[in-house]
């Protein structure tokens, strides 16, 4: 070799990563139990080189990952006139979204942080209650927090917060041939379910599933491998 050679150029490459996802609730109700998710991201990317040992990376997903809980309890807990009970096992909900990575590489090991935009939240899966005005039990109930007709935008708040942040870590090497193979940890920071939403999520009150929803702070963080090509 008669000269090292530094090449800074940009590159570009494509992943796909799939992994588990991880709930924190906080403030929530004691009888919700929150089991362990999936979640899956198509990625795109790009890097450039920084030195010998930096590069600089930005990734753009599209992220679906998978809420799942059970939840049993009743109406008296909350000091309710009307006391009915409800019963939810394993039910799912899936969101969807849109997120934007900024990372550093060093040594194959970076860090960094993500921002992104929920576009779809929907539930699906078991419930069962009772109350004042009957029985209902369905093995395949449904409900989309962005259908308006189900749940309006009052004074232009919905009931998930579309803004979603956090910070990602994790080990990513790319081989000479281009081959990408990491394992990442993406930690939640941000509220799923708006605070700021009126109470009552649907016509007829509090959202059974989830209740009380307004009091519910939720962090979904994803633990993943990942591979791909950089060309």
Known sequence: MIARVKDYSLRIGVAISSGAVLSTLKNADSDIN??????YSPIFFSSIRLNEKTKFQIDLTYSKHQ??????????EYGGSNIYFYNTHNAKINFQ?????????IN????????????KADRKGNIEYESSTGFFSSSDYRYAFFNKAEYP???????VN????????GYERI?????????????NLSNYFNKSYESGWTESGDNIDLYPSREIGLNLHYIYMKTGIRF
């Open 67 to 76: 809420f799942i809980f059970s939840n049993r309890g009743n109406d008296s």
């Open 153 to 159: 935008v009052i004074d232009g708040q919905r009931p």
């Open 162 to 169: 579309q803004n979603n942040y956090g910070f990602t870590v």
């Open 175 to 187: 081989s000479r041939g281009g081959m990408l193979l990491g394992l990442g940890l993406d930690y």
């Open 108 to 119: 194959s090991l970076y860090f960094g942080g993500y921002y992104g935009k929920i576009f």
């Open 97 to 105: 979204d849109l997120k934007l990575y900024a990372k550093i590489n």
């Open 34 to 39: 929150p089991s362990i998710g999936i979640g």
